[in-house]
């Protein structure tokens, strides 16, 4: 009997700890319930954005990317960045091999793979950050604020967060900044 409550707890106790699997889409992306659905027109993904009082975030993922996985399990969830995703920001995925039109601000269209190829981005994840106001004439990666490749941690992207939405560089920081671990004093 001790050994069967013992079991049961061990199991409990395992299946608290393990994260919670965010569900993949056909197309092999991982879906979380706060990605938002988009016709890849990033200007009204922007207005979109806007209308509803937060930034927009683009997050350029692949089939099979391990570092994918590891930021929608570990980075994501985690308490400094999942309220600040539902809350603050329209997020919407970009597929780097995908065969999707993308409508970039500068009113150029091409596939996700030709349009990720075009912003230069050939390492997943790439999470891009926009300003609230796109100049005419620019594609995303041009007018982005911020552009991250790979899984950075929770912390570091809580703080990126929050300084996209204070503006920016218009914020009294740049992104070095803000990357850069402050220096002790020693």
């Known amino acids: 009997m001790k050994a069967l409550a013992l079991a049961l707890w061990l199991g409990a ?23 938002e659905e988009s016709f890849l027109d990033l200007r009204e993904d922007l207005e979109e954005a806007q209308a509803g009082g937060r930034s927009l975030l683009i997050s350029i993922e692949q089939r099979g990317c391990i570092y994918c996985a590891k930021m929608h399990s ?3 969830p985690d308490p400094q960045v999942a309220q600040r995703l539902r809350d603050d920001f329209r997020v919407i995925q970009v597929d780097l ?4 039109e993308v409508t970039d601000f500068d009113g150029s269209i091409a596939t ?6 075009a912003w230069g981005v050939n390492f997943t994840p790439t999470l891009i950050f926009l300003p609230a106001q796109v ?13 991250l490749p790979g ?9 990126v967060m929050d300084w996209v939405r204070a ?13 850069s671990p402050p220096q002790s004093a020693n």
């Open 13 to 35: 106790s395992s299946a608290l700890a393990a994260p919670l699997a965010v569900p993949l889409g056909d197309d092999g992306l991982h879906k979380p319930d706060w990605l």
């Open 74 to 76: 570990e980075i994501f």
């Open 97 to 100: 091999a995908g065969s999707l």
């Open 112 to 117: 996700e793979k030709a349009t990720a190829r």
């Open 135 to 147: 100049p005419p004439g620019l594609t995303a990666r041009q007018a982005a604020l911020a552009v």
């Open 151 to 159: 899984s950075p941690s929770a912390p570091v992207l809580a703080e």
């Open 167 to 179: 503006g920016g560089e218009l914020s009294g920081r740049t992104l070095k900044e803000v990357l």
